[in-house]
């Protein structure tokens, strides 16, 4: 598995960890999340992956408002609500990264729906896949 992917994987699962605590201390606590999954890994929080990681999370949580919004207005006839906890996580990272890095559209469209594959059900691939095909289009506009 690429750097990048390990990282987004992560990014994904310390997102996912957050949808269940709703409190003020938020923010900070993604970094408190982003130690805890990483402890157990092979590097540090020096390692490259760690922090791109760490920007996809840090990114992620300062713009979620303005993420929230694109995936609501791209989601048709699903409310935002209804989205499974982990296909948001996954969503979140790749419009992140659709709207505020430079990577490539189709790698980023790649690795999310990689993601889902790995860890969502089967129809989840097409939902992301779609929404994301839809914002990319929007974004290159």
């Keep these: 598995m690429g750097m990048r992917r390990k990282g987004r994987e992560i990014a994904i699962k310390v997102l996912y960890s957050l949808e269940y605590d709703e409190s ?19 590097f540090n929080n020096q390692n490259k992956i760690f922090e791109f990681a760490s920007n996809l999370v840090e990114g992620t949580v300062e713009n979620k408002d303005e993420i ?13 609500d209804q ?12 419009v992140f990264e659709l709207l505020f ?11 999310a729906i ?3 594959k790995k860890y969502c059900t089967d129809n989840s691939g097409k939902f992301v896949n779609g929404i994301l095909n839809a914002i990319s289009k929007e974004n290159a506009e």
């Design 24 to 42: 003020e201390e938020t923010i900070d606590l993604y970094k408190i999340k982003l130690e805890e999954m990483t402890e157990n890994e092979d």
């Design 68 to 80: 929230d919004l694109k995936i609501q207005h791209h989601s048709k006839n699903w409310s935002f």
């Design 83 to 94: 989205i499974a906890h982990l296909d948001k996580s996954i969503l979140r990272v790749a």
């Design 101 to 111: 890095t430079d990577t490539a559209p189709p790698i980023i469209m790649n690795e």
């Design 114 to 116: 990689e993601i889902t």
